[in-house]
Nanobody
Framework: QVQLVESGGGLVQAGGSLRLSCAASGSFASIFSINAMGWYRQAPGEQRELVAQITNGRSTNYADSVKGRFTISRDNAKNTVYLQMNSLKPGDTAVYYC?????????????WGQGTQVTVSS
């Protein structure tokens, strides 16, 4: 089991910045099984979508809509992943969820945080 705790959401004006944090905890084996962490978001009436992901090898992947504005990073010593969000737009308003993708004996499993609200006002 991996537990994910997010923080850093809030209300910001368009053009502003926010930084989300997600701390992972659990047994050594469960943490060792994480091979990627990421952020997803879900706006009202919309499907959950990938925002950014970072692998253990620090390869990153971003949604086209956030490229050049958002940066994902991780601190392995703290088992924490961050999402720096700059030049925020009203369209970025959503609940942001932290994700940990694990693989154990060839079986994949995703863990999710409780979500943190990001609201961007125009």
């Amino acid at each position: 089991q991996v537990q994910l705790v997010e923080s850093g959401g809030g209300l910001v004006q368009a053009g502003g910045s926010l930084r989300l944090s997600c701390a992972a905890s659990g047994s050594f084996a469960s943490i060792f099984s994480i091979n990627a962490m990421g952020w997803y978001r879900q706006a009202p009436g919309e499907q959950r979508e990938l925002v950014a992901q970072i692998t253990n090898g620090r390869s990153t992947n971003y949604a086209d809509s956030v490229k050049g504005r958002f940066t994902i990073s991780r601190d392995n010593a703290k088992n924490t992943v961050y999402l720096q969000m700059n030049s925020l737009k009203p369209g970025d308003t959503a609940v942001y969820y932290c994700n940990a993708h694990t693989v154990v004996s060839g079986s994949a499993h995703d863990y999710w945080g409780q979500g943190t609200q990001v609201t961007v006002s125009s």
